[in-house]
């Protein structure tokens, strides 16, 4: 089970861009990097994932380095209610985990 | 439209007390699951059902006994409530069963006095 690191804490001007990295120098092959928000007060909300390529959908960009021992979530144009906490996970795609989610970075969008 | 739907949102409620968390989904997913969030976030699987079949029971009490009455809908009820059952219970859902790409529900929070 890979772990992460992530940044406790990052602030974000809004309409700028969100990055938000995440290291997991430990990834095994068939890992996929999933990313997650939790808005205070609501259920967590999955954003995006990947296995190796760089993916994009309507929320978020997900870039993968090459090696995959870090990656990058971006918000392209950071919204006051993009204000959460962002959370990457390391899981192969299917499988039972006894726990999801660790400390995340609490992401700031300001005014 | 709401995707993955709980209620109550808040229950407050006695010790030795029986109550019931009740989850719907509306996006066709087979597998559906229970999660336990505690003080420090901490997401804790608790139970998964797949087509109405249990799947997944993560060492938790007997005194919750989910119940899943067809695929999109799957309650959980607790018996004999303790304080340490105090928490933020999540429903979520999964098209394919271990998915990790889960849709969740609002979180019911259950305070135990």
């Known amino acids: 089970d890979a772990k992460t690191t992530q940044p406790t804490s990052m602030d974000c001007a809004e309409g700028r861009a969100a990055n938000l990295p995440c290291n997991h120098s430990?990834?095994?092959?068939?890992?996929?990097v999933y990313w997650y928000r939790q808005i205070h007060s609501q259920g967590p909300q999955y954003i995006i994932h990947?296995?190796?390529n760089n993916e994009t959908n309507e929320m978020a960009s997900l870039i993968i380095t090459e090696d995959r021992k870090s990656s990058t979530l971006i918000l392209p144009h950071a919204t006051l209610r993009d204000t959460a906490v962002y959370y990457c996970?390391?899981?192969?795609?299917?499988?039972?985990?006894?726990?999801?989610f660790g400390t995340g970075t609490r992401l700031k969008v300001l005014a | 439209d709401t995707a993955v739907s709980q209620t109550p949102k808040y229950l407050v409620t006695q010790m030795g007390n029986d109550k019931s968390i009740k989850c719907e989904q509306n996006?066709?997913?087979?597998?559906m699951y229970w999660y336990k969030q505690d003080s420090k976030k901490f997401l804790k699987i608790m139970f998964s059902?797949?087509?109405?079949?249990?799947?997944i029971n993560e060492t938790v009490p007997n005194r919750f006994s989910p119940k899943s009455p067809d695929k999109a809908h799957l309650n959980l009820h607790i018996n004999s409530l303790e304080l340490g059952d105090s928490a933020v219970y999540f429903c979520?859902?999964?098209?394919?069963?271990?998915?990790?790409?889960?849709?969740f529900g609002p979180g019911t929070r259950l305070t135990v006095t």
């Open positions: 996006l066709g997913h087979d597998t």
């Open positions: 990947g296995l190796k």
């Open positions: 430990t990834i095994s092959g068939n890992e996929y």
């Open positions: 059902y797949n087509n109405k079949e249990l799947i």
């Open positions: 979520a859902s999964s098209q394919v069963v271990g998915s990790y790409e889960q849709y």
């Open positions: 996970i390391v899981r192969v795609s299917q499988g039972t985990y006894k726990y999801i």
